[in-house]
């Protein structure tokens, strides 16, 4: 079975801290996604990757950053946490959109952020 | 931009009862996902559907694909409780750096015994 793993399940952070969310996947897939989750906002992509050292930005990447230096592990970093990044944020992984393969996100999770 | 939107929002059904969700899509795409997701957890893959006319079915869960319509359909038979949970769809495309999944905003649904 796919695994993907997010490092924190909860964490509380003061406004103006570093923030960062750690998410790895265990089937060797191409691309990675973070996510935020919130209510009646559904899901929305922040920010996505391709390969290693590779990034895109997705809808709302204003305040965050990403790091993908191995294959199997995406970071999502808040320079300087505010309250409005409170959310959940999901993590997921896909192989690439070729072939017979499905494009299928399966998911971490989930880390439940409060920026005070 | 591809929008994609889900109808109804909330959903309150009783058991025994069948009902359909729906999900437009405003742009053109052939692969469209429905995920289930539990209060507090993730989100848990139902049904991948990759062509226009594509239905898939799991206990009472059916999930069809009219890509010309731009238009998915979750329908449910005979609701048990345990298919309380939040439904979101998800419509793909593809981009010159790949492909990326946007997702409608969910249904909520909720049945009562």
């Known amino acids: 079975d796919v695994k993907v793993t997010q490092s924190s399940r909860y964490l509380v952070k003061r406004t103006g801290e570093k923030v960062f969310l750690e998410c790895v996947q265990d089937?060797?897939?191409?691309?990675m996604f973070w996510y935020r989750q919130d209510p009646g906002l559904g899901l929305r992509l922040i920010y996505f990757?391709?390969?290693?050292?590779?990034?895109e930005k997705g809808d709302i990447p204003e305040g965050y950053s990403v790091s993908r230096e191995k294959k199997e592990r995406f970071s999502l970093i808040l320079e300087s946490a505010s309250t409005n990044q409170t959310s959940m944020y999901l993590c997921?992984?896909?192989?690439?959109?070729?072939?017979?393969?499905?494009?299928?996100?399966?998911f971490g999770e989930g880390s439940r952020l409060t920026v005070l | 931009e591809l929008k994609v939107e889900q109808n109804p929002l909330f959903l309150s059904m009783q058991e025994g009862k069948n009902y359909t969700i729906y999900c437009n899509y405003s742009?053109?795409?052939?692969?469209l996902y429905w995920y289930r997701q539990d209060p507090g957890k993730s989100l848990e893959s139902l049904f991948v559907?990759?062509?226009?006319?594509a239905v898939k079915q799991e206990g009472r869960l059916m999930a069809s694909l009219d890509t010309k319509a731009r238009l998915s359909t979750l329908h449910i038979t005979a609701a048990v409780h345990d298919l309380s949970a939040t439904y979101f769809c998800?419509?793909?495309?593809?981009?010159?750096?790949?492909?990326?999944?946007?997702f409608g905003e969910g249904t909520q649904l909720t049945v009562n015994p």
């Open positions: 089937m060797d897939h191409e691309n």
């Open positions: 998800a419509v793909a495309r593809w981009e010159t750096s790949g492909s990326r999944l946007t």
């Open positions: 990757s391709y390969d290693v050292k590779m990034k």
């Open positions: 742009t053109t795409s052939d692969r």
């Open positions: 997921a992984s896909s192989s690439a959109w070729t072939g017979a393969r499905t494009g299928e996100l399966f």
């Open positions: 559907l990759l062509s226009n006319g």
